[in-house]
């Protein structure tokens, strides 16, 4: 069974810092492009980074670029999301998912969410 696993998310302050784990399980993460989406109350999902598989090149939205650095550990079978220097904005609910072409495809700047397998989501809340 094909399965993507969220975990890492929890309450941090302004400034703080977490790292998601996206784990996966039924399938290897190597031949997958990974991408992390996220998802605030009353607002459009939000493509925010993506890792393709063939040649590890990423992707950042404006909105996390510099903060935000992603990365993947085939051994593991797991991809990371560190995040950095965490604003208020940045509270939401995040998903991984995975896309079988091993792409991650960009479209007007912004991530493409054609994505095959989607995790159940870890929540982020950025307050004081």
């Known amino acids: 069974q094909v399965q993507l696993v969220e975990s890492g998310g929890g309450l941090v302050q302004p400034g703080g810092s977490l790292r998601l784990s996206c784990a996966a399980s039924g399938f290897t993460l190597d031949y997958y492009a990974i991408g992390w989406f996220r998802q605030a109350p009353g607002k459009e999902r939000e493509g925010v980074s993506c890792?393709?598989?063939?040649?590890?090149?990423?992707y950042y939205a404006d909105s996390v670029k510099g903060r935000f650095t992603i990365s993947r550990d085939n051994a593991k079978n797991t991809v990371y999301l560190q995040m950095n220097s965490l604003k208020s904005e940045d509270t939401a609910v995040y998903y991984c998912a995975s896309k079988a072409s091993g792409y991650c495809t960009v479209v007007a700047g912004r991530l493409y969410p054609h994505f095959g397998s989607w995790g159940q989501g870890t929540q982020v809340t950025v307050s004081s």
């Open positions: 890792i393709s598989s063939s040649d590890g090149s990423t």
